[in-house]
């Protein structure tokens, strides 16, 4: 039959040995007793008596014969990778599930044994019976899908229209095809090498095949099936191929002796082996096997591995400082006392290196200075910084609403052609001080730019800032745009598993803030649990973000609690730190929010007007229109509380908070249809109209209030009935101060913008978005 030795159409050793483990299989699923069973005649005393046994032997066929796990090179190899396998289960350490393991590998070796047990011109007689009735046991056990009702079929049989029984069909078809006298053989004389795991039959491409392909050492061919592993995310498999890669590792050697060439594979292995420790979260042993690889690094006088051992330790030691501080351990600020340095071999100007680059993305996250690490990084490529990106510092005039300050262009100015691309990073560090449309430029830059010999470095800065562009897409209310840019299939298929899992955190923070913004807290929570494991998630990224986060949050709830006093130690510490690493975004909304409270809650109109004013031209150009509509109400609200007459502002004052509160009802009527955070907004609206008289515009908006609050109710009782009739009850209870006159009272203090009931019910549009989105997920997991 043709085909080359490794196809599943060809008869090998080794797929001849996975049809007896199939045949295994079946006779394990069948209700005979498992005490003295005979299988091609040879009794075994214990079977696979245990379920998690049986599936896992049926995994490891399929994986097998679906080309997931590379073909043995010997009877050896073949019944360790399957003890690997089968003592993965649960309670695999138990002695009896021990026991039922060697006896399945006993059995294999006898089967091999009873086949091959003659030699010379006798061996023809013994070898062809038994090769007959191996395939002849095994189709057998096959039965169609409108046989399932037989009794006793279904225990112990497989569908002949699988993967696994069209695989067993083609070995047969191939049998018959075989030359009786002169195939058969050879076939033996293969099998009799492979059982004895002879150097030649081992790890080497089909020469009779004509492929040309070239022949590779066996230790290199194994490095390379578990880079594929690796890449396509089958840990199970990975883990596999690099014992498999130790098992046959030579001892080190003295520098220039025979064997130095080979071991230096031995510590790059180590060096691959530590990383992917780092990966599956096993950080002792990924300590000790970066040890083990810089020693051997260092007898070699390997620089190359050493370079890479540091920069992986790198990210060892902050691993652990991210497991400290979700420990409990507060995050330092580092702020511009200990600014950031890149390592001593890029110093010099116009050189660059991708740990730099990873490093610097690193400080950001942990509380170092952005801008003194941006302002780094251009000045080792001569990088013109933007006039945008800057500390904030004196008072910026008053601008209407809607006014934005331009950035500066970046541009790509003396960079070495050998250098990495730091475009993607200038990127990041761009969106964490919130200039939105340099982060944009430096990624058209990265786009445009030709990464010279370096694929992998693009593909890798293209899914980060995809990923960056999809979250900012959502934060302006285009949600679908950002999905729809994130399930692009060419970028899943690139994705290793490790790519997979940002991706698809990203994918749920997409939805969570879709779903937060529209009130479907039911939903918010789902997809919550589903991302994290946690009712609540959390904002921004791991690390000074959550403890800038938190403090906005202990103030914002002192504020609403109008506790003003108490709300000032978190707000001033908020703006120091925020300040100090230059998270500009968290700075202007602590400004804000501080600037609420003093004028508010605590009667210090002029202060707080002085401090929105130096924060509104930037917050007027943020491209997260939730933001921005908050600091529009919140300054409408300071200028209210600086009128001498708290009932009845002036005329003047009450239009010009009319004019932020009709900015801050655009932006959030783009980011939902009916977000809860519009209440407030109009019904401050609906009181000015009314102080100013405007009969009509006051109706206008008290209907708009009704629609909208209606809407809230209905999505938030689950509801699907009469909206009229939640309307009019609204009418009733909750809207009477919007159209009387004698029952206007005060303007209200500092409202809760809660999102709702927390027994919120999500309608069927959340639970179709959601089950959709899972299942792609899952599709491509």
Request: glycine share 6%; proline share 5%; hydrophobic share 40%.
């Amino acid at each position: 039959m043709a085909g080359s030795a490794d196809s599943p159409g060809s008869l090998t050793a080794t797929h001849i040995s996975w049809i007896l483990l199939l045949i295994y299989y079946s006779r394990s699923r069948s209700t005979t007793p498992a005490q003295g069973r005979e299988i091609l005649g040879i009794v075994t005393q214990t079977g696979l008596e245990e379920e998690a046994l049986v599936v896992r032997l049926l995994i490891y066929l399929v994986r097998c014969w679906d080309g997931v796990k590379p073909p043995p090179s010997s009877l050896d190899q073949l019944c360790h990778t399957l003890r690997a396998c089968l003592l993965s289960a649960p309670d695999s350490d138990s002695t009896h599930h021990l026991a039922q393991v060697e006896c399945l590998i006993g059995w294999l070796r006898a089967q091999w044994a009873q086949a091959l047990e003659t030699a010379g011109a006798r061996s023809y007689p013994s070898f062809t019976p038994w090769l007959h009735g191996v395939f002849e046991t095994s189709i057998q056990y096959l039965v169609a899908m409108e046989e399932e009702g037989i009794p006793d079929m279904t225990d112990r049989k497989i569908d002949k229209r699988s993967p696994l029984g069209i695989a067993v069909r083609r070995m047969a078809l191939a049998y018959d095809d075989l030359d009786k006298i002169s195939q058969i053989k050879v076939l033996e004389r293969n099998a009799r090498a492979w059982c004895r795991g002879d150097a030649d039959a081992q790890f080497s491409k089909a020469e009779a095949s004509g492929s040309g392909d070239i022949s590779l050492p066996t230790r290199m061919q194994v490095f390379d099936e578990y880079q594929r592993a690796r890449h396509r995310g089958d840990y199970s498999a990975t883990k596999e191929q690099l014992h498999r890669f130790f098992d046959y590792a030579p001892p080190a050697g003295p520098r220039g002796a025979i064997l130095a060439q080979r071991s230096k594979l031995h510590h790059h292995a180590l060096l691959n082996l530590a990383g992917f420790q780092i990966e599956m979260e096993e950080w002792a042993l990924a300590e000790m096997t970066l040890k083990e690889a810089i020693t051997l690094a260092r007898t070699e006088k390997d620089e190359q591995c050493l370079s890479m051992c540091n920069s992986l330790n790198r990210r060892l030691e902050a691993a652990a400082n991210q497991l400290a501080t979700e420990d409990g351990r507060r995050i330092p600020v580092a702020g511009p006392s200990t600014p950031w340095r890149p390592a001593e071999r890029s110093m010099q100007r116009g050189r660059l290196y991708a740990d730099d680059l990873w490093d610097a993305s690193r400080a950001a996250r942990e509380g170092s200075d952005v801008l003194q690490i941006t302002t780094e990084v251009q000045r080792l490529v001569r990088l013109p910084l933007p006039a945008s990106l800057t500390k904030p510092q004196g008072p910026s005039p008053v601008v209407k609403p809607g006014s934005a300050i331009p950035s500066g262009d970046p541009q790509r100015t003396m960079i070495t052609q050998d250098a990495v691309r730091p475009w993607a990073t200038a990127a990041y560090l761009s969106s964490r001080m919130g200039d939105v449309r340099s982060a944009r430029r430096y990624r058209r830059l990265a786009r445009e730019e030709p990464y010279r010999d370096r694929p992998a470095l693009r593909e890798a800065d293209e899914l980060v800032m995809r990923l960056q562009e999809a979250y900012a897409l959502a934060e302006e209310g285009k949600y679908d745009d950002g999905l729809e840019l994130m399930l692009d299939t060419n970028l899943l298929k690139r994705m290793s598993l490790a790519d997979y899992r940002k991706w698809t955190k990203v994918i749920y923070q997409v939805l969570h803030l879709r779903a937060r913004r529209a009130g479907a807290l039911q939903a918010a929570r789902r997809i919550s649990v589903l991302a994290c494991g946690k009712e609540e998630m959390p904002e921004g990224e791991e690390g000074i973000d959550q403890h800038l986060l938190s403090l906005y949050a202990v103030g914002r709830a002192f504020a609403d609690a109008n506790e003003g006093p108490r709300a000032m130690e978190p707000l001033l510490q908020l703006l120091q730190d925020a300040r100090d690493c230059s998270h500009l975004v968290l700075y202007r909304r602590g400004t804000v929010l501080l600037a609420r409270v003093l004028a508010v809650n605590m009667g210090l109109e002029k202060v707080g007007c002085e401090m929105m004013d130096d924060v509104m031209p930037e917050l007027l150009a943020d491209h997260n229109l939730e933001r921005r509509a908050e600091s529009s109400y919140a300054y409408a609200r300071v200028l209210l509380a600086a009128s001498p007459r708290k009932t009845a502002p002036e005329a003047h004052l009450a239009k010009r908070a009319i004019s932020w509160l009709l900015s801050a009802r655009s932006d959030l009527q783009k980011v939902a249809e009916a977000p809860p955070a519009l209440l407030p907004v109009l019904n401050l609206l609906a009181r000015l109209y009314h102080i100013l008289d405007d009969i009509t515009r006051r109706d206008e908006v008290s209907e708009e209030y009704l629609d909208v609050k209606s809407k809230i109710d209905v999505l938030q009782s689950g509801r699907g009935g009469d909206v009229r009739a939640v309307k009019e009850a609204a009418a009733k209870t909750d809207t009477t101060v919007l159209r009387s006159g004698e029952s206007a009272g005060p303007l209200p203090e500092a409202e809760d913008l809660r999102d709702g009931d927390d027994n919120a019910i999500c309608l069927p549009l959340w639970e179709e978005l959601i089950a959709t989105v899972g299942a792609k997920i899952a599709a491509d997991a």
